[in-house]
C-alpha cells in the first residue's frame, strides 16, 4: 500500500492526484440533501482513501474508479442520501460528457466551452457533412475558419501577407471569447453562403409588385441567416383607392400577415425562423389597426412591432391636442384625432402583452449620417440599428465581464482599448468579405460600410466591481465605457480611413460636416446578443441578469440548484452558501427577500426585477448617450405593474433622447422564455381589455366625426359611387357619408 500519487483522467491523460477533491464531492452531495458537517465529509473521504491505497498497488487508478468507491465508501456507511445526491451529480456529470463527446466525436475542445454553449454551437453553428449530418469541426476549428476568412480581406489592402498575423489576432480574441461577432458571420464566414451580417431593412413602395418583390427578397435573406425590418408607411390605407384597378387597397396590416406566413415555411439557413420588424408611422390612417394588430398573442409571431413617433405626435401628446393622419399615397390629410388617446392606446397594448414598442423616427434621422442618400424608416428586428432602404450592418459585442483588472475594482482599460481597436477591424473586414444576396444591398452596405459594436456581459461585469446595476454609480460606469468604445472605435477608424479609404458616401455625409474621415458612417449599436452570451456564458447585452439561480429536476424528480458564479463564489467566501439558502435564491430567482443574505451583497446582486423601471430606462439612455446607432434594450416590469407605469416609461424615454423603448409585463403573454413571479390578477386584465376597446371605440369614433368633408363636382356625384373605396352612396342635397369608408362629400362651391 503507498500514497496515490497520479490518476488516469477520462481523455487517458495522467495528472496529479488531489484528495482534497473526494472531501469537495462529498461535502457538496451532503450539501444538496440539507448536511453541513465539513468534519464528517473529512472522515468519509479519509475512508475512502484508505481504500483506494489498498487497490491501488502501486498502480495508477482511473477517476471513474475512484468514484465508485466513494460511492460505496457512502453505502456502507449508511450515508444513503449523499450517496443518492452523489451518484445523481456522477449521472448529470456522465450525462454532459457523453453528449459533449457526441458531439465532438472524439475530438478535443481545447478551448473549454460550456456543456450549454457547446450544445447551442452544435445545433446552429459548427459545420456538418452535408450527407452525414456529423461535425466536421470543433469551437476552436469555428473560430479559425472565421478567423482566417475574415483575414483575408486585409489582403485587398496590403502585399506583406498581413492577413496571417491579422488572423491570429482575430482568432485569440474570438477564442478567449473577449467579442463575438453576429450570429451569421460565425455560422457563415468561410463557407459558400458567405453572408455575414444579421440586419436588413428592405424597402416596401405602394404598388403590388414591390410588395411581393420585397417579399421574395425577404426569404432570401431569411436564408442566408438574416432579420428583415419593414416600413409599411408607405401603403396606401384600407379602403382607400386603387385607381389602377378601380378596386380598394388592403392596407399595410393585410400584407403583413403575408409576410408572417412567407417567414413561417422559411427557416434562415436551415438553422433559425426569420424575424421582422414592422413600423408604421404614427401618422398613417391605419395606426389604429397597427397597434392592436397583436392584441392576440397568436397572431403575426414572426414580427416584432413599432410605432414610428415624431416630434409633432410627442408634443401633441404633451399639449392634449389632436393630430393629422396623412394618406401616404397622394400625401392629403385624411383625419384629425387625438394624441393622447393614440399614446394610451399604445401603452394599454404594451401592458397588455408587450407590443407595440415605440421609436422615434426624428431622432434617428437626426443622427442619420447619410441623409444625403435617404431617410432612415425603420429599424433591424430588434430594433438596435436604425437603416436605409437596403442597408445592412454586421454588429459584434465586446465581453465586458473579461476586462475586470485582477483587484476587481476597475476594467483594465488598455486590455479594452487593444480589443476595441481590433473589433473595429474585424468587422471593418466582415464590410468586405460580405456576400449579399442582392445587388442593391451589396452597393449600399459598401457605401457606407456601418459597423455596430457593441457590449455583453455588463451585468457579470457590474457584480465583479461590486456596484449595482441602475444605481447612480451604474449609469456612470455604463457612459464611462461606452464613451470608451465609441472614443476608441472611432480613433481606428479614422486610422483604418487613412490606409484603406473612407466610405464612399462620406461626401455631403454628416461625419464630414464634423470633419470627422472615417472608414465607416456608424460605430456602435447596442444588441441583445441572445445566443452569443450562451456561447460566451455571460450576461446578454446590456441587460441586467434576469435571475441569479435555477433548479433543474433530474432523476426520480430530484433537483439540483444552478447558481451565478460571481453570487456562488460571493456566498462561499461569507459562508453562505449552505442548501437551504441556495435553494431560496434558486426558488425565488432573487436574493432581495431572503433575510440570510447580508444587505451589502443584495445591494449588488440585483436582477431585472430587483430594478426599477425607471432605472432601466435611465440606464438605457446612459448607453444610447454614447452609441452612434440604437440600444436594444427591454423595460421590465413585474407582473402587478400598472398602465401608468408603462406611461411614465415611455415618456420618460422620450425625455432622456432613447431612440425608441420596448417594455414587458411578466406574465402577460401565455408563454414566455424566462418566467419567475405571480401572474396579474385576471380581473384586472379584464379591466385593461375594456379599456382597449373603450380607447379604440372612441378614437374611431372620432376618426368619423373629423373626417373632412371631400368637394366633388356634379359629375362625380352622379356616378352615385364614393370615389375613395368605391361602394355605392346616394348624395342628398349635394352632400353625403360613404357607409363603408366614413369619408363625407359635399358638391364644389
Known amino acids: 500500500m503507498g500514497k496515490i500519487k497520479e490518476i488516469k483522467k477520462r481523455n487517458g491523460n495522467v495528472g496529479p492526484f488531489n484528495p482534497d477533491k473526494i472531501t469537495v464531492a462529498i461535502f457538496k452531495a451532503a450539501k444538496a440533501v440539507g448536511g453541513h458537517d465539513m468534519t464528517k465529509a473529512e472522515e468519509i473521504a479519509k475512508e475512502a482513501l484508505k481504500t483506494l491505497e489498498l487497490e491501488a498497488n502501486g498502480e495508477i487508478l482511473s477517476v471513474e474508479h475512484i468514484q465508485d468507491v466513494v460511492e460505496k465508501t457512502l453505502v456502507e456507511g449508511g450515508h444513503y442520501k449523499t450517496a443518492k445526491a452523489f451518484i445523481i451529480y456522477r449521472y448529470e456529470r456522465g450525462k454532459n460528457r457523453e453528449k459533449t463527446q457526441e ?13 450549454n454553449a457547446l450544445q447551442v454551437l452544435e445545433r446552429r453553428y459548427l459545420l456538418k457533412d452535408p450527407n452525414t449530418g456529423k461535425l466536421l469541426e470543433t469551437p476552436e476549428d469555428m473560430f479559425r475558419r472565421v478567423a482566417n476568412n475574415v483575414a483575408e480581406a486585409e489582403k485587398k489592402y496590403s502585399t506583406k501577407n498581413e492577413e496571417k498575423k491579422v488572423a491570429e489576432k482575430f482568432y485569440k480574441m474570438l477564442s478567449t471569447l473577449e467579442f463575438l461577432p453576429n450570429s451569421p458571420c460565425l455560422m457563415n464566414a468561410g463557407t459558400s453562403i458567405q453572408q455575414l451580417s444579421g440586419c436588413f431593412v428592405l424597402p416596401i413602395e405602394d404598388s403590388m409588385e414591390s410588395i411581393f418583390d420585397t417579399l421574395k427578397n425577404t426569404a432570401l435573406v431569411h436564408k442566408s441567416g438574416g432579420g428583415t425590418g419593414f416600413s409599411f408607411a408607405r401603403l396606401r390605407s384600407k379602403s382607400s383607392n386603387v385607381k389602377s384597378t378601380q378596386g380598394v387597397a388592403s392596407g399595410p396590416v393585410s400584407f403583413m400577415t403575408a409576410y408572417n406566413a412567407a417567414t413561417e415555411v422559411v427557416k434562415q439557413g436551415g438553422k433559425r425562423r426569420g424575424a421582422n420588424m414592422a413600423v408604421l408611422r404614427v401618422d398613417h390612417p391605419d395606426i389604429i389597426d397597427f ?57 394599454v397594448m404594451a401592458w397588455k402583452n408587450g407590443e407595440p414598442g415605440i421609436i422615434f423616427l426624428d431622432r434617428m434621422n437626426k443622427d442619420n449620417p447619410t441623409p444625403q442618400i435617404g431617410e432612415i424608416e425603420s429599424t433591424n428586428p430588434c430594433g438596435e440599428q436604425p437603416l436605409l432602404p437596403y442597408e445592412s450592418c454586421n454588429l459584434g459585442s465586446i465581453n465586458l465581464s473579461k476586462f475586470i483588472n485582477e483587484e476587481g475594482t476597475d476594467f483594465d482599460w488598455d486590455k479594452l482599448k487593444g480589443v476595441t481597436k481590433l473589433s473595429v477591424r474585424f468587422m471593418d473586414d466582415v464590410v468586405d468579405m460580405n456576400k449579399f444576396p442582392l445587388p442593391e444591398i451589396t452597393q449600399m452596405v459598401n457605401n457606407n460600410r456601418k ?37 476608441i472605435g472611432r480613433e481606428e477608424s479614422i486610422e483604418l480611413a487613412k490606409v484603406k479609404g473612407l466610405f464612399p458616401n462620406y461626401e455631403g455625409s454628416a461625419l464630414e460636416k464634423e470633419n470627422m474621415p472615417q472608414r465607416n458612417a456608424t460605430i456602435t449599436t447596442i444588441a441583445p446578443t441572445g445566443t452569443l452570451s450562451m456561447i460566451a456564458d455571460c450576461s446578454g447585452g446590456c441587460e441586467p441578469v434576469f435571475a441569479l439561480a435555477y433548479i433543474k429536476n433530474v432523476m426520480d424528480n430530484t433537483q439540483l440548484t444552478y447558481m451565478h458564479d460571481e453570487l456562488k463564489k460571493v456566498l462561499k467566501d461569507r459562508g453562505l452558501n449552505k442548501p437551504e439558502i441556495m435553494k431560496k435564491v434558486a426558488e425565488q430567482g432573487s436574493v432581495q427577500h431572503l433575510d440570510e443574505i447580508p444587505q451589502d451583497i443584495k445591494n449588488v446582486f440585483v436582477t431585472s426585477h430587483d430594478i426599477t423601471p425607471i432605472e432601466h430606462v435611465k440606464m438605457q439612455a446612459a448607453f444610447q448617450k454614447y452609441t452612434d446607432n ?25 425625455k432622456l433622447d432613447c431612440k425608441g423603448v420596448t417594455v414587458y409585463r411578466d406574465g402577460s403573454r401565455g408563454m414566455q422564455i424566462m418566467n419567475v413571479g405571480n401572474k396579474v390578477n385576471e380581473g384586472v386584465k379584464r379591466n385593461v381589455e375594456e379599456l382597449a376597446t ?56
Request: with cysteine; charged share 30%.
Open 103 to 115: 458531439i465532438l466525436e472524439g475530438k478535443i475542445d481545447t478551448l473549454k466551452i460550456t456543456h
Open 291 to 347: 397597434i392592436t394588430c397583436k392584441e392576440n398573442n397568436d397572431t403575426l409571431n414572426n414580427f416584432n412591432i413599432s410605432v414610428g413617433m415624431t416630434e409633432e405626435f410627442m408634443k401633441a401628446v404633451e399639449n392634449d391636442e389632436d393630430y393629422d393622419l396623412i394618406e401616404p399615397h397622394n400625401k392629403k390629410i385624411v383625419n384629425k384625432i387625438s394624441a393622447r388617446q393614440v399614446f394610451d392606446l399604445i401603452v
Open 451 to 487: 459597423i455596430g459594436l457593441g457590449v455583453m456581459g455588463f451585468a457579470d461585469a457590474l457584480y465583479k466591481l461590486k456596484i449595482r446595476y441602475g444605481s447612480e454609480k451604474g449609469i456612470a460606469i455604463a457612459e464611462k465605457v461606452m464613451k470608451f468604445i465609441r472614443d
Open 630 to 654: 440604437a440600444v436594444s434594450k427591454t423595460v421590465n416590469f413585474s407582473s402587478e405593474a400598472t398602465i401608468t407605469d408603462i406611461d411614465e416609461v415611455y415618456k420618460l424615454a422620450y
Open 694 to 749: 373603450k380607447l379604440k371605440e372612441n378614437i374611431l369614433q372620432n376618426n368619423n366625426n373629423n373626417k373632412p368633408a371631400l368637394k366633388l363636382s356634379k359629375k362625380a356625384q352622379d356616378k352615385g359611387k364614393c370615389p375613395e373605396c368605391s361602394a355605392k352612396m346616394e348624395f342628398k342635397e349635394g352632400c353625403a357619408t360613404c357607409p363603408e369608408c366614413a369619408f363625407s362629400y359635399c358638391s364644389s362651391a
